[in-house]
């Protein structure tokens, strides 16, 4: 019996069991999350689609498994992106965004830097 | 070198003057000059606190307009000759002084005080930027309470922001006795969530009430109080030695006992 009782007490906590301290400290963190990154809803969307498009060109995503949040510890805030990959594409050829810079002549800063 | 620091809290009425009181004072019996700074202009307490209110004459405000020498404004405390209050004007707005002119007068009392403390107002507007203009360390103060962690983590941001790095927290007004109970959050919790190092631990003690009716901050009282010995601890701590946190997880009869030990039983 008491093995069953310990199961459905960890399956399902009483509320008791949730003191205002725990309560207060999870609502803490909860918001001040969002106070910290000051990133608006709207914006972490836009980030999130255009970061997916981006890697879409290579790889093709688990749309299932995919996560995309914002974390905050010891008041660095970090963004948690977990896209997993079905394959990789081959085939495609990658559009580069901007093309290639033609090396100029004359321009000695750039073997400079090689 | 001297040390200008500013305490500040974003919500209001955690405890801020009687911090920068008690600080100050302890700090001066320690043998330090020390200038404490009241930068809630229009909404002035520091002078209360510290029974110094009938002495007023001119204030920041005058010696800023030059209608005053600084050192005019300056109040000397009779009991503690180490000891200044640079009072706020209570007749003009917070917008009546600037960050510079903060920064110029803060920059003057550096120059003749090993501590200048600047006591802010609540909020995070102009009376805390000119609070903070000159600072170049911060002590947050904040209660174990929702709102005033939540205001404190904006301020810390802030402090940030403005190129003051050098910030540590102070809890306020700690009930160990909820804290027992899981009724409030622990020095550890609010730490955990803040993470900036802790100065120290004031608990929630009347006697800082019957303080301030007297205008003698509790640093001074001959009878010791917990609270005033966390405030001896957190100058302690200023002063850079490593001073234990007050063990408050016991019931208030071992208190009375500890303060006894404390001051060698008499
Ligand atoms: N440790 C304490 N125990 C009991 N009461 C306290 C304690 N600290 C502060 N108080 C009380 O809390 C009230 C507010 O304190 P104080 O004026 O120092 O706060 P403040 O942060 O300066 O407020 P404001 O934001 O209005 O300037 C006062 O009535 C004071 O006596
Ligand atoms: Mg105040």
Redesign the interface.
């Known amino acids: 019996m008491t093995i069953i009782n310990d199961l459905l007490e960890r399956l399902f906590p009483r509320n008791e069991s949730h003191?205002?301290?725990?309560e207060?400290?999870l609502?803490?963190?909860q918001?001040?999350a969002q106070?910290?990154t000051d990133l608006p809803p709207d914006k972490l969307e836009a980030l999130r689609n255009e970061i997916l498009s981006i890697v879409s060109q290579y790889v093709e995503l688990d749309s299932e498994g995919l996560q995309f949040s914002l974390q905050c510890n010891?008041?660095v805030t970090s963004l948690i992106a977990n896209l997993p990959i079905r394959r990789v594409k081959h085939d495609t050829i990658v559009s580069s965004p901007t093309p290639e810079p033609q090396p100029q002549l004359g321009n000695t800063s750039i073997t400079d830097a090689l | 070198m001297s040390r200008v620091i500013v305490i500040t809290s974003g919500k209001g009425g955690v405890g801020k003057t009687t911090s920068t009181a008690n600080l100050g004072m302890a700090l001066a019996k320690r043998g330090r000059r020390v200038a404490v700074v009241d930068a809630d202009f229009g909404l002035r307490n520091l002078d209360l606190l510290l029974g110094l209110e009938n002495r007023v004459i001119y204030t920041a405000a005058e010696a800023l307009a030059g209608e005053c020498r600084l050192e005019q404004a300056l109040v000397k405390d009779k009991r503690q000759p180490n000891l200044v209050l640079l009072p706020a004007a209570q007749n003009r707005t917070k917008d009546s002084i600037t960050p510079d002119q903060m920064k110029k007068l803060m920059g003057v009392l550096a120059t003749k005080f090993d501590y200048v403390f600047i006591d802010s107002p609540a909020g995070i507007e102009m009376g805390f930027r000119n609070a903070i203009a000159a600072a170049t360390e911060a002590i947050v103060v904040t209660t174990p309470?929702?709102a005033a962690?939540?205001d404190a983590?904006?301020v810390?941001?802030l402090l940030e922001a403005h190129t003051v790095h050098n910030t540590h927290l102070l809890i306020n007004r700690l009930r160990p006795l909820m804290?027992a109970a899981?009724?409030?959050?622990?020095v550890e919790?609010v730490q955990e969530?803040l993470?900036?190092p802790l100065l120290g631990v004031i608990p929630d003690d009347e006697r800082v009430i019957v303080s301030t009716n007297r205008g003698e901050p509790l640093v001074l009282s001959e009878t010791p109080s917990i609270a005033g010995i966390a405030y001896d601890n957190v100058v302690r701590r200023l002063e850079g030695e490593t001073v234990e946190l007050l063990d408050f997880s016991v019931n208030s009869d071992s208190w009375v006992g500890r303060i006894k030990k404390f001051f060698g039983s008499k």
């Open positions: 003191t205002s301290r725990d207060v400290k609502r803490l963190q918001i001040l106070d910290r010891q008041r | 309470e929702i962690v939540r983590d904006r810390v941001g804290v899981n009724d409030m959050m622990s919790d969530i993470a900036i």
